[in-house]
């Protein structure tokens, strides 16, 4: 398939695709983010404009990349922060820290000793 112009407008699932989420995170975004407003098409059908390409790109990085919540990229969108890069990315949450934690710490025998546990009772079933 031949890739768009960077022009183009975008429908919601190339959106989703290039962005890596699915489309109803996609819709959510649009509840959250008054500043993002695509076009839509006979159906409900979205189409993203160039700057709400962007936008989504934006947004997509302070909340995947950055460690934004959903208010405070709000927050940092319509006080002008798309303008200007953070002087620092925020600090993660505990839980962020915590899911973040080495693999070497988890238990794969305990993991291993339930798996096999449950197919020896699946195959007597």
């Known amino acids: 398939m031949r890739e768009k112009s960077a ?5 919601i699932g190339e959106m989703a695709e290039a962005l890596g989420v699915r489309t109803h995170i996609l819709r959510y975004w649009e509840e959250q983010f008054p500043m993002l407003n695509p076009l839509t098409r ?3 059908r979205r ?4 700057e709400d390409v962007a ?7 302070l909340l995947y990349e950055e460690g934004y919540t959903v ?3 709000r927050r940092f969108l319509t ?4 303008q200007q890069a953070p002087a ?7 839980m962020q820290s915590a899911m973040q934690a080495p693999v070497a710490a988890f238990d794969f025998g305990a993991l291993q000793a339930v798996r096999d546990r449950l197919a ?6």
């Open 42 to 44: 006979a159906g409900g």
């Open 55 to 61: 936008l989504l790109h934006t947004i997509h990085r």
């Open 120 to 125: 020896s009772a699946l195959a007597a079933a």
């Open 47 to 50: 189409l993203y404009r160039p």
């Open 71 to 73: 208010k405070g990229a």
């Open 7 to 11: 022009d183009a407008f975008r429908n």
């Open 88 to 94: 620092q990315a925020p600090t993660p949450a505990p």
């Open 79 to 82: 006080e002008g922060g798309a």
